[in-house]
């Protein structure tokens, strides 16, 4: 989740907060999409130059790369469809993400927005800021300045700590606590990676430099990128149980398939918890320091919850997000980020980070219009609340082929995560968002991911651009 502030020497998302500028809803559809041929079937299904386990935003990244330089290669998806922590719902009548709803465009012609743009998908840029609010209503301009006087408080001792070599929770390195701290703590934790500050290690977090989310889609985000896997070689219901290091080559086994794929190369972008999990197998198993760098990292839990509210009620913009001040008493209703009027309709999407949001995956929707209402009324009011009557909820945290949302390093494990970008048994390449050392967490973070890792593996087999 990309609503977390970034830490000094980034692009401060505060900048947004202050201003408050609403740009309006741009198309971007511009060029052709590209044509891959499917180099894989040539080949041969069972014998690719590069395979590539996972479709998220990664994987197709990767393969996308891969097409472009004209080398063989499959994608093998476990689920159903392409898109992973992405995936466009259409509930209500309506189009919306349950998973990454924004990113960070980042150079208009490179990376994912640049993808897009290439294949003439539709991007929208989001209102720049997002705003505060107390008792349902704006924070004047003095809570906008305590507020960002807590948060880069909040950022410079993370830094400081990090910086001093101090691995340690996030939450124990903060000093003088104000008015504004139990919002800021939720923004930088649950909200924004799906941990409290206590389970966050300050080096992880001041690792991360990201710029706020500025652009969506409005065909979702989900939809987005499975238009973009369009054309490549895919094999879906396609989940890769072992991987056999064969000498100059690698095996991939597939639950329910006979042949197995023979790859001089793999891409590996499955999410960090199903590898920490042992779903997946390796033969020869991992270097212990690198089982031990996935046991680091678990996952943090962020859920959505959508829901109308028509008439717009809370007189609330279309797109926005809202963050209604945080009590930090201990009976005070869970936290959330409120994003108002999707494409401009009635429904909005409320995000539930930490333990709020690992209720809703275990116990489902009743659980999500439970906490959706008492969210609603203390942050606007009770008629708000009892305007909603059913909501559509996110379940990544007890999904097999996700277990989570973000994965984050503990307290005193941030080094590790450097460890993910070094090849495994010289064939395997990493790819995916905790990969990405200064935007890990992110849709753009784990896109870039998957086009190093295939840069990598085509170092690896030899070719380039075709
Ligand atoms: C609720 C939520 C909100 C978010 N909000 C934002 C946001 O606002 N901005 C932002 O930038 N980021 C956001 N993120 C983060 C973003 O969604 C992720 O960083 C990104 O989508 C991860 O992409 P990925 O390719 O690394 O992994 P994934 O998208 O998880 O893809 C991994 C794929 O691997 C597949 N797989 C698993 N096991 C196997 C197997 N054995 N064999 C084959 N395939 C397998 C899975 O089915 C999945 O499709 C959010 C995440 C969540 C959960």
């Known amino acids: 989740m990309n609503d977390t ?87 209500f009548g309506h189009v919306f993400d349950l998973g990454a709803p924004s990113f960070a465009r980042g150079v208009e012609t490179e990376g994912l927005a640049g993808a897009a743009m290439a294949a003439k998908l539709p991007l929208a840029d989001l209102p720049s800021g997002r705003r505060l609010f107390i008792d349902g209503h704006e924070a004047r301009e003095g809570g906008y300045d305590a507020f960002l006087a807590t948060l880069g408080r909040a950022r410079r001792d993370i830094l400081a700590a990090s910086d001093a070599g101090k691995d340690v929770a996030c939450a124990s390195v903060l000093t003088a606590p104000g008015d504004w701290s139990a919002s800021v703590a939720a923004l930088l934790g649950p909200l924004g990676v799906g941990r409290s ?114 008439g717009n009620p809370l007189r609330l913009e279309n797109d926005e997000t809202v963050l209604p001040k945080v009590s930090g008493a201990a009976d005070a209703p869970p936290p959330a980020l409120l994003r108002a009027r999707v494409n401009g309709t009635d429904l909005h999407v409320l995000s539930f980070g930490g333990a709020p949001a690992r209720e809703i995956a275990q116990k489902g929707e009743s659980a999500a219009l439970r906490l959706s209402r008492a969210f609603l009324a203390a942050a606007f009011s009770p008629q708000a609340a009892a305007a909603v009557h059913e909501v559509v909820a996110s379940r990544w945290s007890t999904d097999p082929l996700i277990r989570g949302a973000i994965a984050t390093a503990q307290p005193g494990q941030g080094a590790q995560r450097r460890l993910f970008t070094e090849p495994v048994q010289g064939r395997i390449f990493l790819a995916g968002e905790y990969t990405a050392l200064d935007s890990w967490g992110t849709l753009a973070g784990a896109w870039a991911s998957g086009e190093v890792a295939a840069a990598k593996a085509l170092r690896l087999v030899g070719g380039g651009p075709a």
Request: aromatic share 2%; net charge positive.
């Open 5 to 91: 502030p970034p830490l000094p020497g980034s692009t401060p998302l505060s900048r947004g907060l202050t201003r408050r500028r609403l740009i309006a809803a741009g198309g971007a559809a511009l060029l052709a999409l590209p044509a891959f041929r499917s180099a894989c079937a040539q080949a041969g299904a069972s014998d690719v130059d590069v395979a590539i386990v996972g479709g998220g935003a990664a994987g197709i990244a990767a393969a996308r790369a891969l097409a472009a330089a004209g080398r063989s290669y499959v994608l093998l998806e476990a689920g159903e469809k392409l898109g992973g922590r992405a995936r466009t719902d259409t509930a």
């Open 197 to 310: 500050l206590a389970e966050l290690s300050t080096v992880d977090l001041a690792l991360r430099a990201v710029p706020a989310d500025d652009t969506t889609s409005p065909i979702g985000i989900g939809a987005l990128l499975e238009a973009l896997g369009a054309g490549l070689n895919v094999q879906t219901h396609a989940p890769v149980t072992l991987i056999t290091n064969a000498g100059r080559l690698h095996m991939l086994s597939i639950a329910g398939q006979r042949t197995q794929i023979r790859a001089r190369a793999v891409v590996l972008a499955v999410p960090a918890p199903v590898i920490a999990s042992g779903a997946l197998r390796f033969n020869p198993p991992l270097p212990p320091r690198l089982v031990n760098a996935f046991r680091a990292f678990p996952a943090g839990s962020i859920e959505q919850v959508a829901f109308l509210l028509p």
